[in-house]
C-alpha cells in the first residue's frame, strides 16, 4: 500500500473500486480525477517509465487491476492525461492572450514557460502522434483558440508560430543550443517577428517587460 494512506483511508479507497462499475457518473468521474492525477504526479517527478499501472495503484493505494475498470490500458490513461492539460492549457492560455496588448508574443513566452517547468508531460504532449480520437472533440482545438485569434484568425499562421514555439522548446529541453547561446534573445527575435506579422495590439490590455520572462 502506498505511504502516508491511514487504514481507514486506506479501506474506503478499496471499498470504493469493489462498488459495480455502473455507479454514478459523477464518482466515476472522480476516481479517474484520481488516477489522471497520480499519473500526472508520477510522470512530472520520473518521466515517462515511473507511470505503470501497478505505481499508480500504489500511489493511490488500491489493488492495480481496480484500475482497469476505468481506464483498459496506459495508452487510454495518457490520453485522458493529455486532455486533461489541453483543458487546462486552454484556459491559462485565454488569460495570457487577454491580459496582453501583445497576445501572440505573451503566448509564446507562456508556452515556453509551461513547457520548461513541465518538460516529462510535455513531451508526452508533443513527442509522439497525438491519437485525437481518443480526445473529448474540441479540446484540442480550445487549446489551440487562443494563438489562432493572436495571428488574425488564420490557422496557418498559427501553425507556424507553434511551429517556431515547439520548435525552439524542444531544442531548449534537448539541450540542443551551443554553450553560451542567449535564448531569451533568440525568443524574443523569434516572437517580435511573429507579432509584427500578424495582429494589432489588443488595447487597453499590457504587457510586463518581457525581458523578465522565459
Known amino acids: 500500500?502506498?505511504?502516508n494512506v491511514s487504514y481507514d483511508e486506506e479501506h474506503k479507497v478499496a471499498a470504493d473500486d469493489e462498488q459495480?462499475?455502473?455507479?454514478?457518473?459523477?464518482?466515476?468521474?472522480s476516481r479517474r480525477s484520481q488516477i489522471v492525477t497520480a499519473a500526472r504526479e508520477l510522470l512530472e517527478s520520473g518521466g515517462n517509465d515511473a507511470v505503470t499501472m501497478r505505481a499508480i495503484a500504489n500511489k493511490l493505494g488500491i489493488q492495480a487491476p481496480s484500475l482497469y475498470k476505468h481506464f483498459p490500458d496506459k495508452a487510454?490513461?495518457?490520453?485522458?492525461?493529455?486532455?486533461?492539460?489541453?483543458?487546462?492549457?486552454?484556459?491559462?492560455?485565454?488569460q495570457v492572450a487577454r491580459r496582453s496588448r501583445h497576445p501572440l508574443a505573451a503566448l509564446g513566452r507562456a508556452y515556453r514557460g509551461w513547457?520548461?517547468?513541465?518538460?516529462?508531460?510535455?513531451?508526452?504532449?508533443?513527442?509522439?502522434?497525438?491519437?485525437?480520437?481518443?480526445?473529448?472533440?474540441?479540446?484540442?482545438?480550445?487549446?489551440?483558440?487562443?494563438?489562432?485569434?493572436?495571428?488574425?484568425?488564420?490557422?496557418?499562421?498559427?501553425?507556424?508560430?507553434?511551429?517556431?514555439?515547439?520548435?525552439?522548446?524542444?531544442?531548449?529541453?534537448?539541450?540542443?543550443?551551443?554553450?553560451?547561446?542567449?535564448?531569451?534573445?533568440?525568443?524574443r527575435s523569434g516572437l517580435d517577428a511573429l507579432q509584427q506579422s500578424t495582429t494589432t495590439p489588443n488595447e487597453g490590455a499590457h504587457d510586463e517587460d518581457p525581458r523578465t520572462h522565459h
Open 1 to 3: 500500500m502506498a505511504n
Open 20 to 29: 459495480p462499475a455502473g455507479r454514478g457518473a459523477g464518482e466515476l468521474s
Open 76 to 94: 487510454a490513461l495518457e490520453a485522458a492525461l493529455v486532455a486533461a492539460t489541453f483543458v487546462e492549457l486552454a484556459d491559462a492560455f485565454s
Open 115 to 187: 513547457a520548461t517547468s513541465h518538460p516529462h508531460l510535455y513531451l508526452l504532449m508533443t513527442n509522439r502522434p497525438l491519437e485525437r480520437e481518443r480526445l473529448p472533440e474540441g479540446v484540442e482545438a480550445a487549446a489551440a483558440a487562443p494563438i489562432v485569434k493572436a495571428c488574425g484568425g488564420d490557422p496557418d499562421r498559427a501553425r507556424a508560430a507553434w511551429a517556431f514555439a515547439h520548435g525552439m522548446t524542444s531544442l531548449e529541453l534537448a539541450n540542443r543550443f551551443p554553450p553560451g547561446a542567449d535564448l531569451d534573445a533568440a525568443w
